[in-house]
């Protein structure tokens, strides 16, 4: 478990088994219960919160990591791997964090 994986996870109602792009630091994955996610998402809104994904993440259709609804859920609610993000796409994430939490760029 690693930052920058896509995961299945399996989330209370109404969101259900969706993607999940893992943001936590590698070395918390190890000893921390909670990972930190942000949801993938079919319905773009076109934001700079928003980093856009699909075939090259592993992804059936085109999609977007929304970093403006981070969440923090139980590791065990991940339930597969499916893909891990580029380092450009990566990048891109950590720009659209950035924003989402009015950082410095």
Do not use: H, N, Y
């Not at 590698?26 to 980093?51: C, H, K, S």
């Not at 609610?77 to 499916?82: A, K, M, V, Y």
């Amino acid at each position: 478990m690693r930052r920058g994986e896509v995961w299945w996870a399996k989330l209370p109602s109404p969101a259900g088994r969706r993607p999940v792009l893992l943001l936590s630091r590698d070395e918390a994955d190890v000893v921390r219960q909670l990972v930190t996610v942000a949801p993938i998402t079919t319905r773009p809104r076109r934001i700079p919160t928003e980093v856009r994904l699909g075939a090259g993440a592993g992804l059936r259709k085109a999609c977007v990591a929304a970093l403006d609804t981070v969440t923090t859920i139980p590791k065990q609610t991940l339930t597969r791997p499916i893909s891990v993000l580029s380092p450009e796409r990566l990048r891109a994430v950590d720009r659209a964090l950035k924003f989402a939490l009015g950082l410095r760029q």
